[in-house]
């Protein structure tokens, strides 16, 4: 052989093995080579994301929200370099599963697996997060309906109850992710056309004391996925993105709702001999404001009507020597009355429960406070009352604190609109129950009377939600959360 030819074969040869080399050298440095313990899962469940360290074998985590009421729904965010099964369901980088829990309960979790060739990992998820304070239900109640109610104090957490006082679905927070937020007022909307729909409050961490539970409005799909957020809309007297307040808000359709909000105005209009500062007055005024296809159709402020400053019975410094920012009339409910379309309000500051003409804007009337317009008893009327229901006898209900007896209450009244009268009166109260804020209270069915009760803020006592018959004086039900935990408003939807 010629030194030419075996110069080439030698070419050729070392040329090949550069490529072997070089394929090796490639294919080594693009692995992951990082081990498993360092890795962690990136997770998107029902909307939150979730982050699941791989450090410790068999160690368990909280999801921010789950459901039995419906499937959830789990994305993986990031590539691990490793096969991930949840549930025994095998998902990949992403790519999103459905994955139904028939309960959440402390003892049911489930089971994440991740491997490879090399290492293989078992972590898990709690179904009931250790976030949600301790719900202790006892009994049961007989009625259909679920139970909806956010934690007012303790923590960052919303749940519905079924009516065994089981969990059934949850949003709930560390305080590290939480890093201030809170919520309130979770509810169920169902439309005139069967769509449902879920809201809650989220209360922003930075507000600046005006108003309550400040924030947005949080708007949910039928599978308790996020879809909208609702804040003020721009009009004459309110900017577009200002917050809403949490005390209450009504849903019609997904492009119609109605909320309202605080606002800290400068005013002149305070009557004579209400002590107001000569200059002027700052006050909180409460609004109203429902808006239709992006557009403002409705606007009702307290401050337009001069005659409130005079029936408010807390609250009212007018001269601002000891408050800079009296919220005199203290909206806290809002209701639509079936009948006529107009807007009943709740005014808990002056004990008054008025009825809005939602095209007028006019006071229709005036129940209750030092402004009735119904001849109530002083035994009758209201005494900061937090809650306001219509039934289906179309009756008004009334979670009465009556702060002024000590003896919380809850009214049903019957009303000639008409000619302002009271047709009917009656009162259930249970006995050595003082709700300091945050009541509620629904009758339930029709021409019964079973009430579900959402105590609040309890002067004693940590008892959150009962439904009781008052024709038999029986408890149906009753649920406990710990001691310094209440719940916001409770509200029961079939």
């Not at 070089?22 to 081990?35: F, H, K, P």
């Not at 919520?183 to 930075?206: L, T």
Request: glycine letters at 8%; hydrophobic letters at 35%; a negative charge.
């Amino acid at each position: 052989m010629d030194s030419s030819r075996k110069f080439l074969i030698v070419s050729i040869s070392a040329a090949v093995l550069l490529i072997i080399l070089v394929s090796c050298t490639l294919a080594y440095s693009g692995r992951d080579n990082t081990l498993m313990s360092d890795k962690t899962l990136s997770f998107e469940i029902n909307g939150f994301n979730v982050e699941l360290p791989l450090s410790e074998n068999d160690a368990v985590y909280d999801a921010v929200s789950l459901s039995s009421v419906t499937e959830n729904k789990i994305k993986l965010l990031n590539e691990v370099g490793a096969t991930v099964k949840i549930d025994g369901k095998g998902i990949g980088a992403g790519t999103t599963i459905d994955l139904k829990l028939d309960e959440l309960s402390s003892s049911e979790l489930i089971k994440i697996q991740v491997g490879n060739e090399k290492d293989e990992r078992v972590i898990y998820l709690r179904t009931l997060s250790t976030q949600l304070p301790e719900i202790i239900p006892a009994g049961a109640s007989s009625y259909d309906g679920n139970y909806f109610a956010a934690v007012a104090t303790g923590g960052a957490a919303l749940y519905e109850l079924n009516n065994q006082g089981e969990v059934v679905f949850y949003i709930a927070k560390s305080p590290e992710k939480a890093n201030g937020e809170s919520y309130r007022d979770f509810k169920k909307h169902v439309y005139e056309n069967g769509i449902v729909r879920y809201s809650y409050q989220r209360v922003y961490g930075d507000s600046n004391g005006i108003g309550y539970a400040v924030g947005e409005r949080v708007i949910l799909d039928d599978r308790y996925q996020e879809i909208d957020t609702i804040t003020l809309a721009q009009s004459e007297i309110a900017k577009a993105g200002d917050p809403v307040d949490g005390r209450d808000f009504i849903l019609i359709d997904d492009n119609h709702y109605i909320v309202e909000a605080s606002q800290l105005v400068l005013v002149q209009n305070v009557p004579d001999g209400l002590g107001a500062n000569t200059m002027g007055s700052k006050v909180v005024r409460n609004l109203i404001q429902e808006v239709k296809d992006d557009q403002v159709v409705f606007e009702f402020t307290t401050d337009s009507h001069p005659e409130f400053y005079g029936l408010s019975i807390a609250d009212h410094d007018y001269s601002n020597i000891t408050s800079q920012s009296p919220d005199y009339a203290g909206l806290n409910r809002m209701i639509i009355d079936p009948t006529d379309n107009n807007l009943i309000v709740s005014l808990g500051n002056m004990n008054t429960i008025i009825k809005i003409d939602r095209e007028t804007r006019a006071v229709i009337w005036k129940l209750s406070g030092n402004g009735d317009e119904f001849g109530m008893s002083p035994e009758q009327k209201t005494a900061g009352q937090t809650d306001l229901a219509i039934t289906a006898e179309g009756e008004l209900t009334v979670f009465d604190n009556a702060t002024s007896t000590g003896q919380t209450r809850i009214l049903k009244i019957k009303l000639d609109e008409v000619n302002k009268k009271i047709l009917g009166y009656q009162e259930y109260k249970v006995p050595g129950k003082t709700a300091l804020a945050y009541g509620s209270a629904q009758k339930i069915g029709d021409n019964i009377e079973v009430y579900s009760i959402g105590w609040g803020l309890l002067k004693d006592g940590n008892v959150a939600i009962s439904e009781i018959d008052f024709n038999t004086g029986k408890k149906l039900l009753e649920v406990t959360l710990p001691q310094g935990v209440a719940n916001d408003r409770v509200q029961k939807f079939k």
